[in-house]
């Protein structure tokens, strides 16, 4: 195998080795789970004084600004999160980035990434990779027939010691102290992770249903138009697993079948106003009912309205670094990003009168909970 992964900037551009090898992790992911077991033994005696302490979990439904929250505590000293660069070998951090560091790296420009959305991106960029790791122990994840949700109760052993060694390595191998992850999918496992991690923090962010499902319906016609051109494109979706737009385009069932098979039944009519207005409040409802019920949960949970972050972005990302034990970092984050942060302008959602009626009509109650009140 030669050369380094740096077909980033557009998964719709997914070819070569990365299709071939990703295919291949992905065919056998028993043996690569296996080799990060002899990796965690491998490196036990250094891996001794290496803890998890306090994960910063994002999770929001996708085009909520999650990614931007990313970067923003990537910069932080000390904080370790997953990169471009980590796939396909997610499973052995330790002795892939060995090989890396060991291979002539090529200088690569920073390009924006396939959402076309401003965002420049290098194989060094954070990015959400460990949804690999939970389709391998939980392979019905993403099933939308049946419930997602992981409860506080869930227990999966062998998903639990193998997750925690993959933290403990890339912190590690990456020289940190604090683990950041985002992952649209973990907002069905908040309670799970808060068992897992009882002094994990979590971001929960939320946008404005109308900005929210335009940007989520232009996502998805970008990228299924890519992947009709480029099948390699969608298997890669598919490996890493990415279903919030595209060919393969899957409801997150958060309990009620009835509402997920109604989501479903909207898009493959082709309704995708609808189909998304009432996923919007499907999660959304299902989060505030969550953290309502749990006051631990509750406690270790910040909601940040993307809104707020773009028009108030000193004060926002002030409470972002305090909730996350981060503001010993605070000058430097102010510095890089509070005065670079903007609402997104290069789009428009172009929705009909109708449209936004109906838009507002599915999502208005739970919208409102967040603080969001059309006249």
Not at 30 to 59: H, K, N, Q, W
Not at 135 to 150: E, G, I, K, N, S
Not at 255 to 279: K, P, S
Request: overall charge positive; charged content about 25%; aromatic content about 10%.
């Amino acid at each position: 195998m030669r050369g380094r992964p740096d077909k980033v900037g557009s998964e719709l551009q997914t070819t070569g080795w990365v299709d071939v090898v990703g295919r291949f992790v992905a065919e056998h992911r028993p043996l690569m789970v296996r080799l990060g077991d002899l990796e965690t033994r491998f490196l036990a005696d250094r891996l001794e004084g290496v803890s998890v302490r306090s994960p910063v979990y994002i999770a929001g439904i996708a085009r909520c600004g999650s990614t931007l929250l990313l970067e923003i505590l990537n910069t932080v000293p000390g904080v370790v999160t997953h990169q471009y660069q980590d796939y396909p070998f997610l499973y052995t951090p330790y002795w892939w980035h060995t090989y890396l560091r060991l291979v002539p790296a090529k200088k690569v420009e920073p390009r924006e990434r396939a959402h076309k959305d401003r965002i420049l991106v290098t194989p060094q960029s954070p990015e959400a990779m460990e949804e690999v790791l939970w389709m391998t122990f939980f392979p019905q994840l993403h099933d939308d027939r049946h419930d997602q949700v992981l409860k506080r109760e869930t227990t999966n052993p062998r998903f639990e010691a193998f997750y925690r060694d993959h933290i403990r390595k890339l912190l590690l191998v990456r020289r940190g102290n604090r683990y950041a992850s985002k992952g649209n999918y973990n907002l069905t496992r908040l309670a799970y992770l808060h068992r897992l991690f009882p002094d994990a923090r979590f971001v929960v962010p939320v946008r404005a249903p109308r900005d929210h499902i335009a940007s989520l319906i232009k996502q998805h016609r970008l990228f299924s138009e890519g992947e009709r051109a480029n099948p390699k494109a969608l298997a890669h979706m598919q490996r890493v697993g990415h279903f919030e737009f595209g060919l393969d385009r899957r409801v997150v069932h958060v309990g009620d079948a009835a509402v997920a098979h109604r989501i479903r039944a909207a898009w493959d009519a082709g309704r995708d106003v609808e189909g998304y207005a009432l996923l919007w409040r499907s999660v959304y409802g299902f989060i505030h009912r969550q953290l309502e019920t749990d006051p631990v949960l509750r406690e270790h949970t910040l909601v940040l309205r993307y809104e707020d972050l773009c028009e108030e972005p000193e004060r926002l990302l002030n409470e972002l670094l305090a909730h996350t034990g981060l503001s010993h970092a605070r000058d430097t984050v102010l510095r890089r990003f509070a005065d670079a942060i903007t609402p997104p302008r290069y789009y428009q959602a172009g929705f009909t009168a109708h449209e936004e009626a109906l838009i507002d009509e599915i999502t208005a109650p739970t919208a409102a909970l967040f603080g969001y009140n059309r006249p």
